[in-house]
C-alpha cells in the first residue's frame, strides 16, 4: 500500500499529513485575531468567503515559535465538516511513501496524544513524522474552534 502526503517544516523538524484531508496550501494573508482565545489560535481568515481557524502548529506541538518565515503556509485541512488552517514554516513537496519506509510509532513515546502520530517515515537519513490531522485538536478544542468563528 502507498501513501501520499504532503511534508513540510516546523522549524527543523519535518512532519507530513495525508493528502487526502488536505483542501488546500495559501499564502499566508490577513489573520484576525480572535480575543480570549487559546495561546496557538494564531486567529481567523478569510478563505474564499469562508471563515476559518488558523492553528499555529509550533505553539499547538509546544515548539519554539520564532519569527513567521517569508516561507510560510498555511495548509488547509479537512476535519470532520469543517476547514482549518495548520500554520506551518514551510511546505516540502509531495511524497508517495511505500509500506516499508513506514515504521509505526513506538507505543512508549510519553507525554503525546496515542494517536497524534500516525507513522514514522524514513527518507535516507531523514525522519518524517506523519500526522494524524484528525487528532490534532481534541473534540473540545474543535468545539472551541467552531464557537470562535462563529463569533467571528
Do not use: C, W
Not at 49 to 55: K, L, M, S, W
Not at 72 to 100: W, Y
Amino acid at each position: 500500500m502507498e501513501l501520499k502526503v504532503v511534508s513540510f517544516l516546523l522549524g527543523e523538524e519535518k512532519f507530513a499529513l495525508d493528502i487526502m484531508v488536505i483542501d488546500s496550501i495559501v499564502e499566508v494573508g490577513k489573520i484576525v485575531k480572535i480575543p480570549e482565545s487559546r495561546e496557538y489560535v494564531e486567529g481567523v481568515m478569510n478563505l474564499r468567503g469562508n471563515v476559518i481557524p488558523v492553528i499555529n502548529l509550533k505553539k499547538k506541538f509546544k515548539m519554539k515559535d520564532v519569527e513567521r518565515k517569508p516561507s510560510a503556509k498555511i495548509i488547509v485541512v479537512n476535519l470532520d465538516d469543517r476547514r482549518v488552517g495548520l500554520l506551518v514554516d514551510q511546505v516540502h513537496e509531495v511524497l508517495t511513501l511505500t509500506d516499508q519506509q513506514i515504521e509505526q510509532p513506538p507505543a512508549d513515546i510519553s507525554g503525546t496524544k496515542s494517536n497524534l502520530v500516525l507513522g514514522i517515515a524514513k527518507l535516507g537519513e531523514e525522519l518524517l513524522i506523519i500526522l494524524n490531522a484528525k487528532e490534532i485538536l481534541s473534540t473540545q478544542e474543535q468545539i472551541e474552534l467552531v464557537n470562535l468563528t462563529s463569533k467571528a
